[in-house]
């Protein structure tokens, strides 16, 4: 694991907590954005702790940087603040998990570990503002072009594309998805591998904030359609 804070007391305190786990152990520190993007080519970490506000090159640019190479780690922000816009931009940026500094030591390592394992992590605050997002009123002018951006990026799926990514969305699982659309479990793989490519995410997370980004009706759930069992 890297991390990177521009602030070092708060790197020492986590390298102590971290490296105090037998299972995880901290490679390299930075202290910045552009700092963090050379270590990591050179430690090539399963994980990367990022901080959202640093001098310079911020968290979020940084993550979006690592996560357009080749085999990038995944990406745990962990900051002071707590926003909508930080939130969410973080997890669009391609993070999957957004946790407060002042989050109790253990629920930080529990988090480490559930990103690790390839699934997304957020603290309640930062879900309650997830949801409050994709369920508030669409009365700016702003929401209204991410709605259409995010319209204008699923308009290259096929409709059973849509379907998975609108199942996606509701936070099932592959088998999950599978019992849903009537297809096997490598059929629901095939087409999440397409919605990776298509719609240039690297996470489920992303594909759920398009979808919520678009609205129901550009991804509906499909009723009595045939299965495409392959």
Known sequence: MVIVDDEQLVRMALRLVIDGEPDLTVVAEAAD????????????PDVVLMDVRM????????????????????????????????VLGALRAGALGFVLKDTP?????????????????LS?????????????????????????????????LTERERETARAVADGLGNAEIAERLRITVA???AHTGSLF?????ENRVQIALLVRDAGDSTCRRATGRPSDIG
Do not use: C, W, Y
């Open 33 to 44: 954005g552009n700092a963090a993007l050379a270590v990591v080519d050179e430690q090539r």
């Open 124 to 156: 309640p605050a930062a879900t309650a503002r997830v949801i409050a997002a994709a369920t508030g009123p669409d009365s700016s002018h702003s929401r209204d072009r991410t709605r259409e951006a995010a319209r204008e990026r699923l308009s290259v």
């Open 55 to 86: 001098p310079g090159r911020d968290g979020l640019d940084t993550t979006r940087a690592l996560l357009a190479r080749p085999a990038p780690p995944r990406v745990l922000m962990l900051t002071t603040f707590d926003s909508d816009d930080l």
């Open 105 to 121: 030591p253990p629920r930080i390592l529990d988090a480490v570990r559930t990103v690790a394992d390839g699934h997304p992590v």
């Open 187 to 189: 059929t629901v793989k």
């Open 197 to 201: 490519a298509k719609l240039g995410v």
